[in-house]
């Protein structure tokens, strides 16, 4: 009997600290969510099509954050003081977070495989259709404007070749914008002058796939991580909810 309660007590603690990690987890996740969301926001406007894809991924980590710190909360009060029905609601919920953050793990690991040739691709076709100029004020050209001037690159692989055909350079007759200079304030940043030394030499695909995919490696790491640990606490908390019962409490 002693040897029961020692296990007993043991699995309580072990729910426990289970549960505070995954709190500290959820708080994690929330806040990747929000900076895909918000900080990140004007790096993945001007990836097309694709930045929907990390718009829901966003939103599935935000929603998930938010609901495994709210877990956490329950499974730490639930096994502290020995509640019967917190611990199956535990159990309960954590078994669908389980499930959608298993989803959300394949997610990222498939855009992990394919996220280069999508962001190239949706890069290159929203430069030469939407980006206007480092004047304008849409969301599309500042973003692009933003990402030529912190990472110092110009268009998307092929520099100055990328503006070819580009509903910038119908515009304006220009070969590149401004941005896309070493000095911004020189005479020969006119748009024309592709002289050695003015314009920067790489494109931004690299820089911008990066980005994405090093956010990406991160999402796939703490949600696998946080799938073992929901796994464990499942198996605990059913445990723990019968040993309950068994004690009629």
Not at 22 to 37: D, H, K, M, N, Q
Not at 50 to 72: A, M, N, R, Y
Not at 229 to 240: D, F
Request: glycine share 10%.
């Amino acid at each position: 009997m002693a040897q029961l309660q020692n296990l007993y007590a043991i699995m309580k603690y072990l729910m426990m600290m289970l549960s505070g990690i995954i709190l500290i987890s959820g708080i994690v996740l929330l806040a990747v969510g929000i900076w895909i969301s918000v900080g990140a926001s004007n790096h993945i406007k001007n990836i097309g099509d694709f930045s929907t894809q990390l718009g829901v991924i966003s939103t599935i980590c935000t929603v998930s954050g938010g609901g495994l710190t709210l877990l956490g909360l329950i499974g730490c009060y639930g096994a502290w003081a020995e509640k019967r029905m917190l611990i199956l609601v535990y159990f309960v919920v954590i078994s669908v977070v389980f499930l959608a953050e298993l989803t959300m793990t394949l997610l990222a690991l498939v855009y992990q495989n394919r996220v280069e040739n999508v962001i190239r691709e949706a890069s290159k076709r929203t430069l030469k259709e939407s980006y206007k100029g480092p004047g304008a004020n849409d969301a599309i050209s500042a973003g692009w404007n933003a990402i030529m001037m912190k990472f110092k690159c110009c268009g998307v692989s092929n520099t100055t070749n990328d503006f070819v055909g580009s509903a910038f350079t119908n515009a304006t007759s220009l070969l590149y914008p401004t941005t896309c200079c070493v000095n911004m304030e020189s005479p020969s940043c006119d748009g024309m002058n592709t002289a050695p030394g003015i314009l920067y030499s790489e494109g931004c695909d690299v820089k911008m796939i990066t980005i994405v995919k090093s956010q990406g490696l991160i999402l796939g790491s703490v949600a696998a991580c946080i799938c073992v640990m929901e796994l464990a606490s499942m198996v605990i908390s059913v445990v723990l909810y019968v040993r309950l019962g068994a004690l009629g409490r």
